[in-house]
């Protein structure tokens, strides 16, 4: 143990100091991106350095530990987050360069009745989803972000639904990836967290299609199609508390994200948001318009079915560990002291050939044999992916830099253990532990590895249920995403708004201080009168 550093807790002894200091790389960022409007490169290059500053002369960090705790964050960034998002990227650029992308507009369309808010739910929500439940990391904001620009929305608009919308589904993101990470760092059963977070998140789920119907269009789109948003939001939210109590945390966002298509499709040939006379012009518009065939609406789904299909096979045959290599990063491994939880702060590299970068990869390659593509236009998608990760790959790297350092400094413990003196209130500002980390990290996963265990802690100090506050570190992420640095980087960039980060950052920030609301209140309201909905 003499040989170890051990983390300050309270470096200006004094617990609200302390925590004020260790906040303002958080502020720096959010400041630069929200208020000056900087890009995310720039904001998150300045609250890089910051920590390091504030890390090496508050927190007296070693600077070799600081190097290798921001080169980890680095490789981490680059396998598997940004080794996901090419994939990902790769396969809707080879969509739109064989034009399936133009037949699932057109499937849009012709299933959405012509009406915006309806495309809002169908591809921001349901599609998305579906995305997020397979892929996960920022590749659902990359695809339904340029799918709501094909259908006419403005593009500063078709990012900020895209973000707001993947929130519910991110939990069990990549199959279910967070959950299994909150439960190896925590030790608790991986069961009893998927029921405690399907029990939270679902209430996310069923409000969240009228919220972006509201935010599309507001009161009048809301009035209009509120029938549609309720269907939508229903079927998921059911699905997801059955798939996530009954099931597990891998397939509950396959699961709900079918259930809700499918539900919404059959919906919209009993049900329409026009009047009469609306109706009557559409269908002779519509016998004037030539319809996709069955064969084109299959080509239209094929690739996304094949990316579900691939991810659910990857997942069951638990391929991802298949020749995974598992290194100790250098100086770094056990050579820092948690002091918050006495015990040596591990440093270990995962590398996975066959992770979830290299399934979206198959997918991608499968869908190139299914349609019979040139390996010249398989090539020029893949190599038109790389260009558009330049710049925000860049920021991503920065960002999981910023995060890995703010945790392994001690920053991070620091700051959550202020919070955790708040006593019984603890509860309602656990899901902000929750979406201050995913905003550093743009991932549900990280967050709970960074404050799992945290929660764990301060649940027992406190007497409460360790199940309960370490679940609603998760769900209180989901809220943090649409807000993260890396996430909104690769939503501008698709789309071609780069440089305006900070306009989106501030279009959304409060969308996300409501929903992390919502979620600590149902966390307090579980802790201490709904104790009945807590997996024993």
């Known amino acids: 143990m003499a040989t170890l550093w051990p983390q300050p807790l309270d470096p200006f002894h004094s617990v609200a100091l302390s925590a004020l200091v260790a906040a303002v790389p958080l502020i720096v960022v959010l400041v630069l991106m929200g208020v000056l409007r900087k890009s995310g490169l720039f904001s998150s290059s300045f609250g890089l350095a910051t920590t390091a500053l504030l890390a090496l002369l508050v927190w007296h960090m070693p600077a070799t530990l600081l190097l290798w705790s921001t080169v980890y964050g680095i490789i981490y960034a680059l396998w598997p987050i940004l080794g996901i998002v090419l994939s990902a990227l790769w396969l809707y650029n080879l969509t739109q360069d064989t034009g399936k992308f133009e037949l699932l507009q057109r499937w849009m369309e012709e299933n959405a009745s012509g009406e915006l808010c309806i495309q809002v739910i169908l591809v921001a929500f349901c599609f998305g989803a579906l995305i997020e439940g397979t892929a996960g990391f ?62 939270q998140v679902p209430l996310l789920s069923f409000i969240l299609p009228m919220y972006l119907v509201w935010m599309a269009a507001r009161g009048k789109g809301l009035r209009r199609t509120w029938p549609a948003a309720l269907v939508a939001g229903g079927s998921y939210a059911l699905t997801q508390f059955l798939a996530s109590n009954l099931v597990g945390p891998s397939v509950t966002d396959v699961m709900a994200a079918s259930a809700s298509i499918l539900a919404v499709v059959v919906f919209l040939k009993v049900w329409s948001p026009d009047d009469a006379e609306q109706r009557r012009l559409r269908k002779i518009e519509s016998a004037q318009t030539t319809r996709l065939s069955l064969k084109q609406s299959v080509a239209a789904w094929l690739p996304w079915a094949m990316l579900s299909f691939v991810m659910v096979v990857w997942a069951y045959f638990n391929l991802s560990q298949a020749g995974q290599f598992i290194f100790a990063i250098p100086t770094l491994h056990n050579n820092v002291f948690i002091t918050l939880y006495r015990k040596p702060y591990p440093a270990l590299y995962t590398f996975q050939v066959l992770g979830s970068g290299t399934a979206v990869l198959v997918a991608t390659i499968l869908t190139a044999l299914c349609f019979r593509v040139s390996g010249g236009v398989v090539y020029r998608s893949g190599v038109k992916a790389i260009r558009q990760l330049q710049l925000p790959g860049l920021a991503v790297m920065v960002i999981f830099a910023l995060a890995y350092l703010y945790n392994y400094s001690g920053m991070a413990f620091t700051l959550a253990a202020a919070v955790a003196r708040v006593g019984p209130a603890f509860p309602l500002l656990s899901s902000y532990l929750g979406w201050a980390a995913c905003f550093l990290s743009g991932s549900d996963t990280a967050s709970n590895l960074l404050f799992g265990n945290l929660q764990v802690a301060a649940a027992h100090q406190l007497h409460l249920s360790p199940i309960l506050l370490a679940a609603t570190n998760s769900s209180g992420a989901v809220a943090g995403k649409m807000i993260s640095p890396q996430n909104i980087a690769i939503g501008v960039t698709t789309v071609g708004l780069i440089g305006h980060e900070g306009r989106i950052l501030r279009a959304t920030f409060w969308h996300s201080i409501l929903f992390t609301t919502i979620l600590g209140l149902l966390a307090f309201a579980q802790a201490y009168w709904l104790t009945g909905m807590i997996p024993q």
């Open 138 to 199: 920022g590749a659902p904001v990359a695809v339904t972000a340029c799918l709501l620009a094909g259908l006419g929305v403005e593009k500063s608009q078709a990012v900020i639904l895209s973000l707001i919308a993947n929130t519910a589904p991110v939990a069990f993101g990549g199959l279910g990836i967070p959950i299994v990470a909150l439960a190896g760092v925590t030790g608790l059963g991986l069961s009893q967290l998927s029921s405690m977070v399907g029990r």
